[in-house]
């Protein structure tokens, strides 16, 4: 079937890069991207291209990084787009560019909406212990993830997810998602539904702060809180004199000799692995052996 559509794409983590690659090997036009500005990191500021730019580049593609979206209108508007399609891309998108698209934006979200909008779903759904999650795909309003509803796909969980597993998967999912329902959106023989706005619940920015444990809270909350915030902030705690990273941890009966377990309230919580303040990778126990606390 033909895809007479002529989209910009807007993203900017990996989890955009899946659905990227999949409308480009599904033989849809896409004009450009837009993405954030590259960015400076590790001790000599190393220059890292958003992975999206890397994708972009080597299709050849012409790549946007504004400072401000609201920046590149004129450029876009050069394009005569039909459609944009946004995938993680990590900022409010104005009405200034929304007009530019006769068919709107279509937006990929990683949660059966309107449960968990916002900037931090995935973790969110780790941390609540939730049983399933899902995909939605809706046309993009003014209001954060509130545009009405395409189409959606559940996700069941097995309770052993953490935010990275559980990102690729989605990714994974949502690009073939957005390829499946794609035609019928563009042809507008799929029409969106609105979202039920008493049942919207919301997820926040998260902080590095949030990341660390005191043992006030129950260990099955803190057990959920190391596979949510794997990637970041990541779960800290001070043993002793020394902070270190849980990355792996699981739920005790009780205190055991020689392993590295921590009483809640309530509850006993293994730290399996952690990043020991030299940045080594560790066992709890090889931590135990190694370091005074």
């Not at 690009?175 to 799929?190: A, H, K, M, R």
């Amino acid at each position: 079937m033909k895809k007479s559509a002529r989209l910009i794409f807007f993203g900017t983590e990996d989890f955009s890069c899946q659905s990227l690659a999949m409308l480009l090997e599904a033989g849809w036009n896409v004009l450009a991207v837009v993405t954030k500005a590259d960015t400076r990191s590790g001790r000599g500021q190393r220059h890292t291209l958003a992975p999206v730019k890397e994708l972009a580049i080597k299709h050849t593609m012409p790549v946007l990084q504004p400072q401000h979206i609201s920046e590149i209108d004129r450029e876009l508007a050069i394009f005569s787009p039909t459609h944009g399609v946004l995938v993680s891309y990590g900022a409010i998108i104005p009405k200034t560019i929304i007009d530019l698209f006769p068919g709107g934006i279509i937006n990929l979200h990683p949660s059966l909406l309107p449960l968990y909008r916002g900037p931090s779903p995935i973790e969110t759904v780790i941390l609540n212990g939730e049983e399933q999650t899902g995909l939605s795909l809706m046309k993009l309003s003014l209001k954060m993830d509130a545009g009405p509803v395409y189409s959606q796909k559940n996700v069941s969980l097995s309770g052993q997810e953490n935010q990275i597993t559980l990102s690729t998967r989605l990714a994974s999912l949502g690009g073939q998602f957005l390829v499946e329902n794609l035609q019928q959106i563009t042809n507008e023989s799929l029409s969106p539904m609105p979202q039920k706005e008493e049942k919207a619940s919301y997820t926040k920015l998260l902080k590095k702060e949030d990341g660390m444990i005191d043992w006030s809270l129950p260990a099955k909350t803190y057990e959920r809180q190391v596979r949510a915030y794997i990637k970041y902030p990541r779960s800290r705690v001070r043993l002793g004199e020394h902070e270190v990273i849980i990355t792996k941890a699981r739920i005790a009966a009780n205190a055991k000799d020689g392993y590295l377990i921590k009483q809640c309230r309530p509850g006993w919580l293994e730290l399996v692995e952690v990043i020991a303040p030299s940045g080594r990778l560790m066992s709890g126990a090889d931590f135990l052996r190694g370091y005074k606390i």
